[in-house]
């Protein structure tokens, strides 16, 4: 068994558990997946990992590397490849196809997902960082949301005038790479190709996930 998926985040919704309670998940379209590639730690790559691919595309909307890629497994491109390392070798060939059964066995219970968060774009230090601004008293003028002072030339000892790397300062914020760990897997929708997990997942409503088995946590 491949223990991850590839999908696409649906949305948020709530069902009931087996008690009665209300639990809030996240819907994923996770597959079918194609196996694009197997690598494998005796041949000539060194290491074990699989290589998955979701959502055809049409090929004026790829690349020719990529296309020819996908030809070797007898597939198209697709718009969303990722590559999975595995710490055994992989029971799956080129061409293969993944879908949500693997984890309706009963044996994952939780799952981690790898998501891209939602882009903000350029934000302040109050919205990046959560600073709490200048004084909204009498005095001061049109800069209730600057970062005031960065430092003076005495904190920088031995590394001269610049500003230190990592200082918090507006800048781009979002559309980082994020995982969640550890979200229950409430649902498997064999025949709507659906996973359902516990709580809330990076990304925006439609943005592509890595769902796979949990590291820390199993039952």
Not at 18 to 36: D, L, M
Not at 100 to 118: C, I, L, N
Not at 152 to 179: E, I, L, Y
Request: aromatic share 6%.
């Amino acid at each position: 068994m491949i223990p991850a998926i590839l999908g696409k985040k649906v949305g948020m919704t709530q069902v009931y558990d087996e008690e009665g309670n209300i639990v809030p998940v996240t819907v994923i379209q996770a597959g079918p997946c194609t196996v694009i590639q197997v690598k494998r730690a005796e041949g000539a790559d060194k290491y074990d990992a699989v290589q998955l691919g979701f959502q055809d595309v049409k090929p004026h909307r790829s690349t020719k590397p990529m296309i020819g890629h996908a030809g070797k497994a007898g597939t198209g491109p697709k718009r969303f490849v990722r590559e999975l390392r595995l710490t055994e070798p992989a029971d799956a060939n080129a061409g293969d196809v993944v879908t949500v059964e693997a984890f309706s066995t009963g044996d994952v219970k939780f799952v981690d997902v790898v998501g891209v968060t939602k882009g903000r774009g350029f934000a302040g230090v109050m919205k990046r960082w959560g600073f709490g601004g200048q004084p909204a008293s009498h005095g001061t003028e049109r800069k209730h949301r600057s970062p005031g002072s960065i430092g003076s030339n005495s904190g920088q000892t031995g590394q001269g005038n610049a500003v230190k790397k990592g200082k918090r300062m507006a800048g781009h914020f979002g559309h980082d790479q994020r995982t969640t760990r550890n979200h229950r897997l409430v649902r498997v929708d064999a025949d709507n190709a659906l996973l359902l997990v516990k709580g809330s997942i990076p990304g925006p409503n439609g943005g592509f996930v890595v769902v796979r088995q949990a590291k820390t946590k199993r039952g």
